[in-house]
């Protein structure tokens, strides 16, 4: 099964726990390294894969991206707030987003970079699924990293 279906049937599973996830007190993100693998696709079809690693360290998620020989890194800071919301931070503080945890998920967004990104915890691996840009620019990935 691709990692794309995979996914997508782990988010229905997990649209089924909506009731013991807002009573959960272990929301994610989970503290590790993760190691794996992307792929992504544009509004104008094309599409292609990089691998990925992430370093989670309580609210704070470093992550680098490897594709075509060059490697792209990008640091944020989930600083959360009651009732599982979150406000989304760059490397200086600034706050350039907002989003909510809930059970093993987290989703967030930052508007200024039209990004949209969800996070799961599970069994071990962080998978995440997301969107940045508008228009013939938009792209969409779907990402499946395991904890080492």
Request: glycine share 10%; with cysteine.
């Amino acid at each position: 099964m691709s990692t794309f279906l995979k996914t997508a049937a782990l988010s229905i599973a997990l649209a089924t726990l909506t009731g013991s996830a807002l009573a959960s007190n272990d929301p994610a993100p989970k503290d590790g390294a993760y190691r794996g693998k992307g792929s992504w696709k544009s509004a104008d079809q094309q599409e292609g894969s990089y691998t990925v690693q992430a370093d989670v360290t309580g609210d704070t998620i470093a992550s680098s991206y490897s594709y075509n020989g060059q490697t792209q890194s990008f640091v944020v800071k989930l600083d959360r707030k009651p009732n599982g919301f979150l406000v989304v931070r760059d490397v200086e503080g600034k706050k350039i987003g907002t989003g909510y945890c809930i059970f093993i998920q987290c989703h967030y967004e930052v508007p200024s970079s039209h990004l949209e990104e969800t996070l799961t915890f599970w069994e071990g691996h962080l998978y995440r699924l997301g969107s940045k840009g508008k228009g013939a620019n938009r792209v969409m990935w779907i990402e499946d990293l395991k904890a080492e």
